[in-house]
């Protein structure tokens, strides 16, 4: 009997160890075990992905690629620039494949892709095996434990994880792989049959250029940002497995850390190092297992008995967290991403409702949209120049480096939706999407909908003030000295409020504050603008304007939204 000829498709999964899913190719004792990555148009075009994630892409591709090698000299990652629905069945038949292994993946576009590949391979003969590595526990299982409801609480996550059973500890890297073997690997490599929009894609911010992406490799190699005509990363942070299960090590040696990490008392403001672990994109690409992470800080937990947190604000607890976005989109696939047609999603009519009869407080007549005033609060936003310097230095470090602390992320999420601009949470996860290199799917959305109060959290009375909350964690304001530099030198006293500044003192410290953000400087002097509107009164609109929309009770699924009805109400 001829052994297994398998080929083994990376795509959530980039390491070696702990993958339940190599585990099961290995355990093929095949012949040649090809280790793929296929470019996915969908990735390089519809999903929107900024410089530093791409940079951490490749980097983790590398060093895969690196670790692949050293298993086997006779092997690497073979980057193929093909949509895998077009390359399969050519590599099926080219490569006399037998078996195909890959880690699953429940985000909505992803299974729908793999339902097609598994039907290619079907038609091709070929074996299909598919294993569960992304998440502590399988979000279709979660689902299924939780009487086929989405998992909307952490409570839900606990309790139908009990029924799953225990996490299961994580295995070790293979020591040895199958090489490539002598078959030929050429062949006929097409571009996509329809050619995308490249300026459509370009204004919207698509940097890969599609002739990068689409040519033939005959190398396989992996790409670098140049060839891909994508500009300069600036984050300071790199990707790999090598680099996350280094960075594990390390927080795991501080066992202190690791016992009491509580989620709410870590600081928004630090840097360098930051207050929490920042495996977050290790975790989005894969390069380290989340099992892995679990275990080894709930071994240290156990170690610390008595004083160790607990689930949900302890390390631990953020993975469950991480499993509970994991399950709710399962469930609720492509509608999971947008409150139109989600049965889960509250309505809220955003923008900001203007007619406020202020004696009652209710809203009166038709909701009025000023969306030209709704689109300059969000470019102003994206833009960090709102003129409040705790948003603004958030929405700069996490453009600059694609990364910010959850509670600042809260903030800016919070103050771009219900606590500020009344702008829709849809439009905030896109920025999100486009810059973080964290960025997974269903943990950015179902975090917006948390921020927004659409969806998993309900207190909308509850706003974080871009002034009193970063004063809690940072009286000197050094991180809004770091990424606002224009205001390094203001006093402590108006670091927060720079517009309350006397101007002899905003000239004496170099910075004057006015305008819009549309002038940078003055001649020697830097220029901050003005904040965009009134806090508090703002706030309390937009307070107001949730009120109402939770008064009137509208789902993404009721009738009136999806016909339209819901202005007449
Ligand atoms: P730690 O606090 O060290 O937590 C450890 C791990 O637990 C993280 O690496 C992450 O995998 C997971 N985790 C922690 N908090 C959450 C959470 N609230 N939801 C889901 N998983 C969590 N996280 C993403 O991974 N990708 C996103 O696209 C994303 N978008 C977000 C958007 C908004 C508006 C908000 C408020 C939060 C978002 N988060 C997202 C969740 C969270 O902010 C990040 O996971 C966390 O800040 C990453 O930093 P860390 O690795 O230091 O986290």
Redesign the pocket.
Known sequence: MPKPRVIYWFRTDLRLHDSPALAAALALSPEVLYPIWTWDPHYVYRARVGPNRWQYLLDCQNDLSGSITKLNPRSKLLVIREAPQTLFSKLFRAWRITHLVFEKDTDAYAKERDDEVVRLAREAGVQVVVKTGRTLYDPDELVKMNNGKPTMSISQVIAAGKKIGAIPRPIPAPDWLPGLGDTDLGFEQEKPKSEPDVNALQRDGHEASYSALAGPNADFAVPTMEELGLKVATTPHRGGETAALRALDE?IANEEYTAT?E?PK?APTAFEP???????????FGSLS?RL?YWRAQDVVDKHKGKASQPPTS?TG??L??D??FGAQAALGFRFGQTYNNPQCRFIPWHLPSKIDTSTGMITGEYQVDSAEAEAHLRRWKEGCTGFPWIDALMRQLKREG????????A??CFLTRGGCYVDWER??EV??EW?I???????????Q??SCTAFFAQFYRCYSPVAFPQKWDKEGNFVRKYVPELARFDKKYIYEPWKAPIADQKKWGCQIRGDGSIMTDGEMEVYPKPMFEFPTRRDICIQGMKNAYHVGLYGNSPQVLDGSWRRL
């Open positions: 927080i990490f989620k870590t930051q207050s929490t672990t920042l495996l977050s994109p290790h975790m989005h989340c992470f390390l953020q993975l967290f991480r509970m976005y990364w910010i602390h959850h509670l600042g992320r809260h800016v999420a905030g996860a999100f999407e973080l964290d960025h997974e799917a269903a943990c950015n959305i179902g975090n917006w948390w921020l």
